[in-house]
């Protein structure tokens, strides 16, 4: 990403990031407005099932090869991108480079990008700010990535948690997605 196409609001220009050949629909220009979110949603569904699975079998080899197949994928990417720009609450809120994804073709630009991978990619450091701690008048430090680190990590989280999710004590319910403590309550009789 280059810092010299931040408009004066913050917003990304749609110049910012080149596009290249990724992996997908041969001579398919994407168009972000057009994208079937919901089949994009059942592919990762599926690859994260298969590696679900194929990690509850031990087959570690299995593992390692479905994981590079997500990391590469155009359906993840694209999930990875609509998460990190459309959904999370943080979305509008920039990093150091004081960079926010707005436009379509951004979006588009940066799913390319992140597909194909960034190369030689050095992550930049995180925003500090300080929020106010709950209960309490004292503050705690809050890093906030920029964007393209962002979505890079959410491409690894979709390729390393469904492996570790296999792994996992089933009554462990301690910072993970899907469980929370009321969960353990009720399993333990007390809810």
Not at 1 to 7: L, N, S
Not at 13 to 27: H, K
Not at 149 to 166: F, I, N, T
Request: proline share 5%; with cysteine.
């Amino acid at each position: 990403m280059d810092a010299k196409t931040v408009e004066a609001g913050g917003a990304v220009q749609p110049d910012t990031f080149a596009i290249g050949a990724v992996n997908g629909p041969e001579g398919d220009g994407l168009d972000w407005d057009a994208v079937d979110w919901r089949q994009v949603e059942d592919d990762v569904r599926r690859l994260r099932q298969r590696i679900f699975t194929a990690s509850q079998t031990g087959d570690l080899k299995k593992v390692r090869n479905l994981q590079k197949l997500m990391l590469r994928s155009r359906a993840n990417a694209l999930l990875s991108v609509r998460r990190v720009t459309e959904v999370n609450a943080g979305r509008k809120t920039a990093g150091v480079d004081g960079q926010v994804v707005l436009h379509s073709q951004v979006k588009t630009e940066l799913t390319a990008w992140v597909q194909r991978g960034p190369g030689s990619w050095t992550p930049k450091p995180v925003k500090r700010v300080w929020i106010p701690k709950r209960g309490s008048g004292k503050q705690r430090p809050l890093g906030i990535p920029v964007i393209a680190d962002r979505c890079l990590q959410a491409m690894a989280v979709s390729a390393l948690e469904p492996e570790w999710e296999a792994r996992f004590e089933p009554r462990s319910y301690g910072f993970r997605g899907h469980s929370r403590r009321r969960d353990g309550w009720l399993r333990a009789g007390a809810g």
